[in-house]
């Protein structure tokens, strides 16, 4: 079947650290992939995509590349802020859509 | 690019009651979908609304608890019956364009 795992969190990090959350996923055909991004009291918005393998998406700093050959997609910043905290949801994309469990990160002056 | 407009943005209901949750696109859309993302957990799909036919549910989802209206291809509502606190929960409504989704703010209900 088709499913996202994620790292778990809550991750909390101080300012301008280094990023990962971790995303893998099993799909029975070639999804599209995700990144969303969840900031308090509000819906979910798109935060990167890739729609293919090798294919790298970036947005506001934050950064993921679609590995095909360790099913993989995991979401990278160089320096976050204060303002990146939010939930962060994995997601693939292939007849319809599938989340990960999401990942809370709280950054810290 | 969709723009989703979806209310109440919370509410607090009793148990028994039932709470109607409306979704307005900003433009025409064949399909509408609805998600629930229990607390701590990742968002499940809900059933799929199509204009002019009946909604589809997923498994576990059935039509008397989640009744859904889909009266023309820009809103939708989904109603939650007979509440319980089990039913605690963010509502969210999406839209699908070209290879992306979009969301509405969400709806979180608690059920007492």
């Known amino acids: 079947g088709n499913s996202v795992t994620q790292m778990e969190g809550p991750v909390t990090l101080s300012e301008e650290a280094f990023l990962t959350i971790n995303c893998t996923y099993t799909a029975t055909g070639y999804p599209s992939l995700f990144w969303y991004v969840q900031y308090p009291g509000e819906g979910l918005q798109l935060l990167l995509k890739?729609?293919?393998?090798?294919d790298k998406g970036s947005n506001k700093g934050f950064e993921a590349t679609y590995r095909k050959e360790t099913t993989s997609f995991h979401l990278e910043k160089g320096s976050v802020q204060v303002s990146d905290s939010a939930v962060y949801f994995c997601?693939?994309?292939?007849?319809?859509?599938?989340f990960g469990t999401g990942t809370s990160l709280t950054v810290i002056p | 690019s969709a723009v989703i407009s979806q209310k109440p943005s919370r509410d607090i209901c009793q148990r028994g009651t039932s709470l109607t949750i409306q979704c307005q696109v900003d433009s025409q859309v064949t399909m509408m979908f609805w998600y629930r993302q229990q607390p701590g957990q990742s968002l499940t799909l809900i059933a799929t609304a199509n204009q002019g036919s009946e909604a589809t549910y997923e498994s576990g989802f059935v039509i008397d608890k989640f009744p859904i209206s889909r009266p023309n291809l820009t809103f939708s509502t989904l109603t939650v019956s007979n509440m319980s606190p089990e039913d605690s929960s963010i509502y969210l409504c999406s839209v699908e364009g070209g290879t992306e989704a979009f969301f509405g703010q969400g709806t979180r209900l608690t059920v007492v």
């Open positions: 890739a729609t293919k393998a090798d």
């Open positions: 997601a693939l994309a292939i007849n319809q859509f599938y």
